[in-house]
T-cell receptor, first 114, second 109 residues
């Protein structure tokens, strides 16, 4: 089934550890995004990429980094995790220039930093 | 600044109609999206409006007034499976989405 795959689905890690959340899409979309979702808040954009080889900062980029070496993969790295990064992380993709530009989301990665 | 407002929670009865409102302020505007998100799941696309007026899609309809910075999602013939959060998002001049916090819809039998 075509779509977006995120891994891991859930993870608990100690503060200070490095963590990479993986995201792969097979829809050949040009744009990819990382959001975090916290209770009572809307989805907040962390980083985005409009095309392979380029990335941009979203609303809450501090403490996170991304890379976009190819069209399909868009990993998110927490260099040194802190408890405030406890959240549900969603990867999404879209075809910029498409009819609606709707986002397709992965199933999410629930991260707990202790 | 950019902002999206929508009610935090609404309750409705199975078989009834409910309207979820959303107001937005963005730097430029390139359309208004509605997504549905069941608890513990990913958001899924419901509708997109860029021109004023009503777009109907089965039991769900979405309305946009660009001059008022206002949209609503109308759900008819409510079913228990419609219990979910409904997210409103507006695309700004750079096509970045500004998200509301979501409206949790509770359907009672």
């Amino acid at each position: 089934i075509a779509g977006i795959t995120q891994a891991p689905t859930s993870q608990i890690l100690a503060a200070g550890r490095r963590m990479t959340l993986r995201c792969t899409q097979d829809m050949r979309h040009n744009a990819m995004y990382w959001y975090r979702q916290d209770l009572g808040l809307g989805l907040r954009l962390i980083h985005y990429s409009n095309t392979a080889g380029t990335t941009g900062k979203g609303e809450v980029p501090d403490g996170y980094s991304v890379s976009r070496a190819n069209t399909d993969d868009f990993p998110l790295t927490l260099a040194s995790a802190v408890p405030s990064q406890t959240s549900v992380y969603f990867c999404a993709s879209s075809q910029l220039g498409g009819s609606t530009g709707e986002l397709f989301f992965g199933e999410g990665s629930r991260l707990t930093v202790l | 600044g950019q902002n999206i407002d929508q009610p935090t929670e609404m309750t409705a009865t199975e078989g009834a109609i409910v309207q979820i409102n959303c107001t937005y302020q963005t730097s430029g505007f390139n359309g208004l999206f509605w997504y549905q998100q069941h608890a513990g799941e990913a958001p899924t696309f419901l509708s997109y409006n860029v021109l004023d007026g009503l777009e109907e899609k089965g039991r769900f309809s979405s309305f946009l007034s660009r001059s008022k910075g206002y949209s609503y999602l109308l759900l008819k013939e409510l079913q228990m499976k419609d219990s979910a959060s409904y997210l409103c998002a507006a695309a700004d001049s750079n096509y970045q989405l500004i998200w509301g916090a979501g409206t949790k819809l509770i359907i009672k039998p």
